[in-house]
């Protein structure tokens, strides 16, 4: 019997950022790399110290300074990342704590879940991403803090050569692969691990995307002819809202050819879909209007594909932020909203819509004291930005006129 801090991922997944650091997850906390690609092999990441320590620590029951964002959406009533690696790989649990020596140490690198970024290539500069994570940024970033030097195209190994040599191995044996980024739909690299995929047979493994869904082909290579071979493929949807507000948030994005391509997807029935908005200060209050939209234009046809995904890091942008007042009135707004409004609509699973309203209520009003320092950084951010990109918050978000007062 498992504790409830023990994941299975540490055991069988890897996760490697556009820049070469690896950690145990895509939500593990980003101070705590494991290790990093450009000095390190995977092999070497996979037994380094800090990995055995992670998992001698599940194994114990302790929890683990890396794994926070996942305690804390289970304490606010969500499902985290955890508890659904531990389902998906369920069978493999028994086995893998068998072969772990007392130390953390497993006999051999043996990863059959792989999250991958090919490199930080992206079209969309995010209000809530960075450098790090999109190439876009890359101007803005050097506008806004000149001081620091960026390379504006990351790659989590030195050379091509390099990387594939690291990754085909795993390739026969793979059961599952998360590709994100920068954008992995117009990532070349992306369309050659599907080849090989191909060439290798192995088909019958689980492909998930975090995708902008800005584009749906790469030259002519069309996504759809790809997915269509393989068994299990699910698009978990970057929408962080609708309209002007969304590309506001999400900048580079044009919602009318976001929807083209989402429709153009919704004919595909073997292909499953998940819109997941990164849930911030920019958009909380925005949530049930754009919760309204999805519905009404039947973008989402069951309330379950609606995941949320709360902001933790940039903290500035975090709802816990949000003054006493601001929370009372996100509480009111989505409480009335539910009551009002959401209760009438006729999907399947209209529950799993309002957990997830109150997992963002909750998840809020965990933190009670004032947050000042944080809220001075959204403001500076914030005027940086649209002084930047020409742009006006408040014009789009003015129940945010709190963080000017």
């Given at each position: 019997?498992?504790?409830?801090?023990?994941?299975?991922?540490?055991?069988?997944?890897?996760?490697?950022?556009?820049?070469?650091?690896?950690?145990?997850?895509?939500?593990?906390?980003?101070?705590?790399?494991?290790?990093?690609?450009?000095?390190?092999?995977?092999?070497?990441?996979?037994?380094?110290?800090?990995?055995k320590k992670i998992r001698t620590d599940m194994l114990e029951g302790k929890k683990v300074a890396s794994c926070t964002h996942c305690y804390d959406i289970e304490k606010c009533g969500g499902t985290s990342l955890r508890q659904d690696s531990n389902r998906d790989f369920q069978n493999e649990i028994?086995?893998?704590?068998?072969?772990?020596?007392?130390d953390g140490t497993l006999p051999e690198l043996n990863i059959t879940s792989l999250d991958l970024r090919f490199s930080n290539a992206c079209n969309f500069k995010c209000r809530t991403c960075g450098p790090n994570s999109s190439s876009s940024w890359y101007e803005d970033f050097n506008e806004l803090?000149?001081?620091?030097?960026?390379?504006?195209?990351?790659?989590?190994?030195?050379?091509?050569?390099?990387?594939?040599?690291?990754?085909?191995?795993?390739?026969?044996?793979?059961?599952?692969?998360?590709?994100?980024?920068?954008?992995?739909?117009?990532?070349?690299?992306?369309?050659?691990?599907?080849?090989?995929?191909?060439?290798?047979?192995?088909?019958?493994?689980?492909?998930?995307?975090?995708?902008?869904?800005?584009?749906?082909?790469?030259?002519?290579?069309?996504?759809?002819?790809?997915?269509?071979?393989?068994?299990?493929?699910?698009?978990?949807?970057?929408?962080?809202?609708?309209?002007?507000?969304?590309?506001?948030?999400?900048?580079?994005?044009?919602?009318?050819?976001?929807?083209?391509?989402?429709?153009?997807?919704?004919?595909?029935?073997?292909?499953?879909?998940?819109?997941?908005?990164?849930?911030?200060?920019?958009?909380?209050?925005?949530?049930?209007?754009?919760?309204?939209?999805?519905?009404?234009?039947?973008?989402?046809?069951?309330?379950?594909?609606?995941?949320?995904?709360?902001?933790?890091?940039?903290?500035?942008?975090?709802?816990?932020?949000?003054?006493?007042?601001?929370?009372?009135?996100?509480?009111?707004?989505?409480?009335?909203?539910?009551?009002?409004?959401?209760?009438?609509?006729?999907?399947?699973?209209?529950?799993?819509?309002?957990?997830?309203?109150?997992?963002?209520?909750?998840?809020?009003?965990?933190?009670?004291?004032?947050?000042?320092?944080?809220?001075?950084?959204?403001?500076?951010?914030?005027?940086?930005?649209?002084?930047?990109?020409?742009?006006?918050?408040?014009?789009?978000?003015?129940?945010?006129?709190?963080?000017?007062?």
């Amino acid at each position: 019997m498992t504790s409830s801090t023990f994941c299975i991922l540490p055991w069988l997944h890897s996760a490697i950022e556009a820049d070469g650091r690896a950690f145990p997850c895509c939500l593990s906390t980003r101070d705590k790399a494991i290790g990093h690609l450009h000095q390190n092999s995977l092999a070497e990441i996979y037994n380094s110290p800090a990995y055995k320590k992670i998992r001698t620590d599940m194994l114990e029951g302790k929890k683990v300074a890396s794994c926070t964002h996942c305690y804390d959406i289970e304490k606010c009533g969500g499902t985290s990342l955890r508890q659904d690696s531990n389902r998906d790989f369920q069978n493999e649990i028994e086995k893998r704590i068998a072969e772990t020596a007392p130390d953390g140490t497993l006999p051999e690198l043996n990863i059959t879940s792989l999250d991958l970024r090919f490199s930080n290539a992206c079209n969309f500069k995010c209000r809530t991403c960075g450098p790090n994570s999109s190439s876009s940024w890359y101007e803005d970033f050097n506008e806004l803090t000149p001081s620091e030097k960026f390379t504006k195209i990351l790659r989590p190994t030195k050379t091509k050569e390099e990387f594939w040599s690291m990754i085909d191995p795993m390739l026969p044996t793979l059961k599952k692969v998360y590709f994100a980024g920068g954008e992995p739909l117009l990532e070349p690299d992306h369309y050659l691990m599907l080849e090989k995929l191909l060439a290798l047979k192995n088909t019958d493994l689980t492909l998930h995307y975090n995708t902008n869904f800005s584009a749906i082909k790469l030259g002519n290579k069309i996504t759809f002819d790809y997915w269509k071979q393989f068994s299990d493929v699910s698009l978990f949807l970057s929408y962080d809202g609708f309209g002007k507000k969304g590309e506001y948030i999400r900048s580079g994005m044009d919602w009318k050819k976001i929807q083209e391509n989402h429709r153009q997807m919704q004919s595909h029935s073997h292909i499953k879909y998940y819109i997941t908005p990164t849930v911030s200060v920019l958009n909380a209050f925005h949530l049930p209007e754009f919760f309204s939209h999805l519905i009404e234009e039947e973008l989402i046809t069951d309330g379950s594909q609606i995941g949320l995904n709360i902001v933790h890091h940039p903290t500035f942008y975090n709802v816990t932020i949000f003054s006493q007042a601001e929370k009372k009135a996100l509480r009111d707004l989505y409480l009335n909203f539910i009551e009002k409004k959401l209760k009438t609509y006729k999907i399947d699973n209209i529950e799993h819509l309002i957990q997830q309203l109150h997992m963002v209520l909750n998840y809020a009003e965990e933190k009670t004291e004032d947050s000042p320092s944080d809220r001075k950084m959204f403001l500076m951010q914030t005027v940086s930005l649209d002084k930047v990109r020409q742009e006006k918050m408040l014009a789009l978000f003015p129940e945010l006129i709190g963080f000017y007062q």
